[in-house]
């Protein structure tokens, strides 16, 4: 049995995380290299990733903001983002396929949600499919109604977390 760590992201893994992100998202949900890129070098603190001893198995990243939007398209480029706003809006939730099903986004979750505590944020705020609301509902995650983003071209659900 391998050992899994969290930790936060670094510049080196943004190969890895572009081949995670478009192996796993559908079409055109994933996240272009140079998105990636930028949530890298703009909020490492808000990207997480979860490793076992030979690669990363899958990550969350993040953008922290004083004003919530989730239909905010250009958020995703960080754009408005401010390390000191205590809200954290999710951008990407992601497993690679070869370790889906293994419980690996319920750990990188628990990590995640911890981290946030840690650096004093309110809330993490995030959009979600519908068969994934439960996924979320159990990390005490509530379920705020339809999302106002067809994003991907999908219908979407929007889901808070309160930390404080
Ligand atoms: C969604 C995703 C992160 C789940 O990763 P995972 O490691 O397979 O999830 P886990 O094994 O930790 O399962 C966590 C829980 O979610 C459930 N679950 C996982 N994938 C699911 C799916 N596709 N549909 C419904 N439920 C699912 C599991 O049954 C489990 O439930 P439990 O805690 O009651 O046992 C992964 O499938 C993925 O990366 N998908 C592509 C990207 C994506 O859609 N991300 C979500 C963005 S909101």
New binding site residues.
Partial sequence: MSIIKSRIVAEQDLERCFKIEAE??AGD?AATKEKILKRIQTYPEGFIVLENEEEII?FVNSGATHNVELSDEEFKELVGHDPSGLHIVIM?????PK?????????LLNHFIGSMKEMGKSNIY????T??I??YA?HGFKHLGESGSNHGGLSWHEMSLQLK
Avoid: P, T
């Fill in positions: 796993s998202y949900e899958g990407s939730v992601v497993i690679h370790y889906q099903r293994r419980g690996f986004a319920n750990l995030l959009i979600c499919q068969e994934l439960d996924l159990h």
